[in-house]
């Protein structure tokens, strides 16, 4: 049972556009959700965080949305660069489990030139 | 800045071999994680542990077994490799603690890991 999923395996930009991954949840209990980076060949990166307390949490180009209400989280980059080109993970949370992440299936992002 | 090492990149080893795969973390961390990514199946956590000698299976531990004898240091051991265990496998690791921000794990380069 995928308690975090990502329903787009992939998705391509133009360089300067906004870029949207989604990602969506089942389990209300989750508080924290957490996006990740990896390149081809390296272990993932961590990107932003937000708190389930919170809605939007903003860092640089890159900004995560949360609707608890609609248990759904989105990471917008703006503007998009052929350097962001990378698999995105997003990951949820709970607390008291000790630190342990769901991760979702990931969406590869192209950024076009 | 967090390392996180693995000891292989690249990994080739024959049906029936006992595989060992080695995780360092040097930031005195708590938690240590083994991961498998697959392409459309994400990361999916096979074991972890939270302390030395201590281990808690994850979502797919079966085939899997880990050993964790000193805090910096957790493996991950195929008893005997099959084809399905073709991956790549994943460390990482995090602090221990109440804060949220305590989440965020760190990880390793991985290992792709080829079994024939």
């Known amino acids: 049972d995928q308690q975090v999923k990502q329903n787009s395996p992939s998705l391509s930009v133009q360089e300067g556009r906004i870029s949207i991954l989604n990602c969506d949840y089942t389990?209300?209990?989750?508080?924290?959700f957490l996006w990740y980076k990896k390149y081809p060949a390296e272990g993932p990166t961590f990107l932003i965080s937000?708190?389930?307390?919170?809605d939007k949490n903003e860092d640089g180009r890159f900004t995560v949305f949360l609707n608890k209400s609609a248990k759904h989280l989105s990471l917008h980059i703006v503007p998009s660069q052929p350097g962001d080109s990378a698999v995105y993970f997003c990951?949820?949370?709970?607390?008291?489990?000790?630190?342990?992440?769901?991760f979702g299936q990931g969406t590869e992002l192209s950024v076009k030139p | 800045d967090v390392k996180v090492t693995q000891s292989s990149r690249y990994l080739v080893k024959r049906t029936g071999e006992k595989v060992f795969l080695e995780c360092v973390q040097d930031?005195?961390?708590?938690?240590m994680f083994w991961y498998r990514q697959d392409p459309g199946l994400g990361l999916r956590l096979i074991y972890f542990?939270?302390?030395?000698?201590?281990?808690e299976k994850g979502d797919i531990p079966e085939g899997y077994s880990v050993s964790r004898e000193k805090k910096e240091r957790f493996s991950l051991i195929l008893e005997s490799a099959s084809t399905n265990q073709t991956s790549m496998y994943l460390c990482?690791?995090?602090?221990?603690?109440?804060?949220?921000?305590?989440?965020?794990?760190?990880f390793g380069p991985g290992t792709r890991l080829t079994v024939l």
């Open positions: 937000i708190s389930s307390i919170k």
């Open positions: 542990s939270y302390d030395v000698k201590m281990k």
């Open positions: 389990n209300s209990m989750f508080d924290y």
């Open positions: 990482a690791s995090s602090l221990w603690g109440g804060s949220p921000s305590y989440n965020e794990q760190f």
């Open positions: 990951a949820a949370s709970r607390n008291n489990q000790g630190g342990k992440l769901i």
């Open positions: 930031m005195d961390h708590e938690n």
